[in-house]
């Protein structure tokens, strides 16, 4: 189903946090005001370890990027246990990382692929987002659309690069991306390049910058991971959260629009945080919240979603994932929205997911509008470590190592080798 622009709409799904219908007769705590899990000292936050069965194996899942925005291709990369990063789905940025023509053919046009293989060149990565992967050394490598190329007058320029390339940096434990800004974590700061449009480098006083410039943090806790949408989001030691950039969508009230100057947003104790370009949600004393972009872009205030909001969920959460807001002409005159949805999983190892559902992607066998978080049906014994969302599908990482997914396959993204249509059942990401 979609969201009309019209609320005249009578088959426009409620628009609600999950949780909230009350003609379900299946109990659904509300970890907003539930105290077993307000209460949540002793809750360390960390998922399940992956322990890997056999190998080939995944430890570590991500989405990945296209053009831009408006760049409809989905697609997924996983860490494996030997070091290198597998990809599979849509290949029009050269997001797969295999070379002119998606590994078909030298100057071959670039090629969605549906089967997983590994990204040219890559060895002893250790950390990954979306397209852009740090190794053992502390390099930071990236393939792919994006900020990937110097000028000659400093700047930066958002060039295809079909095989990774390793960027003039300092040395980094994490990196994380977005279409056109990208942030990585050195000796504890951060420093960003790219495009500065809506101040995710700092001051609105330059357009982009190809030199990475050391984001003006509040002094503090070192920061230990970042998530780059809109807005920039760093995680501290502490469990503090710091945001700058696109707003509405730092999850914080601010006169400034944007603003590009980080302010710590009012979580604590935050282990977890996903950004998805407009929308973003994170995981805190093992609760969901989620922000950003507005439900209806015709209905309501810029300041909507602009707090971070409980999510309604029957478990303590380890990990949240979102999608940004979708937007399609459906005629001339009238355009359908989807605005986001999440899954998340929970301390048990048991994943659930909310909102839209049109190809099966929220796992519970249908095709219908999921109004509350609904436990996805795994396979028996089984227990996950990460979930990923795309708009139309979703994949999970099982603690045994292995990938399956869910919901449209228009670009392969199921990774199970066959091209288009959709599944309403797990499928098994076969990896090379």
């Known amino acids: 189903m979609s969201c009309s622009s019209s609320s005249d709409d009578p088959s426009a799904p409620p628009i609600a946090d999950a949780g909230r219908d009350e003609g379900d007769a299946t109990e659904v705590i509300d970890a907003a005001t539930d105290s077993s899990i307000r209460d949540a000292d002793s809750f360390d936050g960390k998922p399940l370890p992956v322990v890997c069965a056999s190998s080939p194996c995944a430890t570590a899942l991500v989405t990945t990027l296209g053009r831009s925005i408006d760049d409809k291709g989905e697609g997924f990369c996983a860490l494996l246990d030997d070091g290198t990063v597998a990809c599979w789905g849509a290949n029009g940025a050269g997001q797969l990382g295999r070379g002119e023509g998606g590994g078909v053919g030298v100057g071959e046009a670039l090629v969605d692929s549906s089967t997983a293989a590994r990204v040219v060149g890559l060895s002893n990565i250790t950390s990954l987002d979306h397209t852009c992967a740090v190794d053992t050394s502390g390099s930071v490598w990236c393939w792919g659309t994006g900020p990937f190329s110097w000028s000659e007058d400093g700047g930066v320029v958002s060039a295809t690069h079909t095989t990774p390339v390793k960027l003039d940096l300092p040395l980094a434990t994490k990196v994380a991306r977005s279409f056109a800004t990208a942030c990585a974590v050195v000796g504890g700061d951060v420093q960003c390049w790219g495009s500065n449009a809506l101040g995710q480098l700092g001051p609105l006083t330059e357009v982009s910058s190809g030199e990475p410039k050391r984001a003006a943090l509040p002094q503090g806790a070192l920061a230990s991971a970042l998530e780059v949408g809109n807005a920039t989001f760093v995680i501290r030691d502490d469990g503090s959260v710091l945001s700058w950039g696109g707003n509405p969508g730092i999850g914080r009230i601010s006169p400034s629009f944007p603003d590009p100057f980080p302010q710590l947003v009012a979580l604590t104790n935050v282990t977890q945080i996903d950004s998805a370009y407009d929308n973003t949600c994170a995981v805190a004393n093992g609760i969901g919240y989620c922000w950003g972009a507005r439900l209806l872009p015709t209905k309501g205030t810029v300041l909507e979603r602009a707090l971070p909001e409980a999510v309604g969920a029957p478990e303590r959460l380890v990990q949240i994932a979102t999608t940004r807001t979708d937007a399609a002409s459906v005629f001339p005159e009238v355009r359908e929205f989807k605005p986001f949805r999440w899954c998340a999983v929970a301390a048990s190892g048991s994943v659930y997911c909310w909102g839209f559902n049109e190809s099966g992607q929220a796992g519970n066998g249908t095709q219908e509008y999921v109004p509350r978080a609904v436990r996805v049906d795994l396979p028996e014994g089984a227990r996950v470590a990460q979930v990923k969302t795309t708009i139309n599908t979703t994949c999970a990482l099982f603690t ?28 098994e990401v076969v990896l090379p």
């Open 400 to 427: 045994n190592g292995k990938l399956y997914c869910w919901g449209s396959n228009f670009n392969g993204q199921l990774g199970n080798g066959l091209n288009r249509g959709k599944s309403l059942a797990m499928t």
